[in-house]
């Protein structure tokens, strides 16, 4: 059926959702009608009226194919230098937007950026290392990770190996063109989580990704899931918050990221990494690989709560030179006229740019602004 306005989906969601998608049926053009019977506003085919067309759809974006391949080489030396220093990307530097890494090359790469990785966890090393050389992945491109977790009965620092969301899209791009259906991934409906689960769950959040292999018109219906809860070391219940939630992380959005995942795995599973490997998104992944101490900083290490960023207005970055990855918008127009006067983007550039992120939303407006941030860097004022 075609996408209605509701509690969640204003009027201008729809407008903005008309701008980057098409008829899933033909490809035509999306168009927004008034549901006389209903008195509520729909998205559908343009013509609608003669062929009754429903659902859309929207191609995966470069930059969620290509991740940091997109971006020019001084932007990824940029971030590089940023996340690891510039005496360790200065060394790696001839490894830098390579994706055939030979074992030695991955195996250097690790090691440099994780140096204590290899005597504590070899078994993760190892994996780390197969895993690039046999899909073409690159840790500079913040493809795969390693990251540390404390092993409170051995008193020491295990590592895990994460692959980035970035990655699997890259590895199924290589064979595969997609699309999303249905604005998704999104959290279900009731009605669509009560058909697939036979309940609405009040302990999980569920989310469900829509996909279309382009080349071959299969479709699948993909759901991931995040607890809402868990408990602490003393027993007790508390949020389940994801790391990064400072950054714009949230659990909605690790739970989109598991339903995508699936989705990938479904449309093309001769191509993708084992399943078993976990997968988060990269831009909430820390990037400063600073030494770690011997323990942690508390016996019983608790997740300090992360104050939010401090929201630094234009008249602060003209008094001082400030860092333009710090800066935060209240809204949409806020980070337009901010991309004009550093980038000397237009607002038609910005939504182009953007197009794979709800700008009315604070956490995915960030990260539209970070990519956006690297990808031009900072223009000279006038």
């Known amino acids: 059926m075609p996408i209605y306005e ?47 067309h429903e659902g859309i759809e929207r191609e995966a974006s470069r930059y969620e194919t290509q991740g940091m391949q997109a971006l020019t080489i001084k932007a990824r030396r940029d971030i590089l230098n940023k996340e690891f220093g510039e005496k360790t990307t200065s060394a790696l530097a001839k490894y830098q937007g390579v994706t055939t890494l030979t074992k030695e090359d991955a195996t250097t790469i690790i090691n440099t950026i994780w140096p204590k990785a290899k005597e504590a966890s070899p078994a993760e090393v190892y994996k780390a290392v197969m895993i690039c050389y046999q899909y073409g992945l690159n840790p500079l491109m913040r493809h795969l990770f390693l990251v540390p977790f404390w092993n ?12 980035g969301i970035g990655s699997n899209r890259l590895i199924a791009a290589r064979k595969h063109k997609w699309t999303f259906l249905d604005d998704t991934p999104r959290k279900g409906t009731k009605a669509e989580e009560t058909k697939h689960f036979g309940e609405v769950s009040t302990e999980r959040i569920r989310a469900v990704a829509k996909m279309r292999d382009i080349g071959t018109g299969a479709e699948v219906t993909a759901w991931g899931e995040w607890p809402t809860t868990k408990k602490d070391k003393k027993g007790g219940v508390v949020a389940n ?26 449309l093309s599973p001769a191509d993708m990494p084992p399943s078993d490997i976990p997968v988060a998104d990269e831009h909430f992944i820390n990037g400063q690989y600073e030494v770690l101490p011997d323990e942690p900083p508390e016996a019983e290490p608790a997740k300090a709560k992360q104050e939010p960023p401090i929201e630094k207005t234009e008249a602060d970055s003209e008094k001082q030179d400030v860092n333009l990855t710090e800066l935060t918008f209240k809204n949409a127009g806020e980070m337009k006229a901010a991309c004009l006067k550093h980038f000397k983007l237009q607002g038609s550039q910005v939504d182009k740019e953007s197009s794979m992120y709800d700008l009315s939303d604070p956490g995915q407006r960030h990260k539209a602004w970070l990519e956006i941030s690297a990808v031009y860097g900072k223009a000279p004022e006038k």
């Open 241 to 266: 918050e994801p790391k990064g939630v400072d950054k714009g992380n949230s659990m909605i959005n690790m739970a989109c990221l598991h339903a995508e995942r699936k989705g990938l795995d479904m």
């Open 152 to 163: 409170d009965d051995e008193k020491h620092y295990d590592y895990t190996c994460i692959m």
């Open 6 to 52: 509701s509690d969640t989906i204003t009027r201008d969601n729809l407008l903005a959702l008309r701008k980057y998608n098409r008829c899933k049926e033909c490809g035509g053009r999306l168009d927004v009608f008034l549901d006389r019977d209903k008195h509520l506003a729909f998205l559908a085919c343009a013509d609608y009226l003669r062929t009754h």
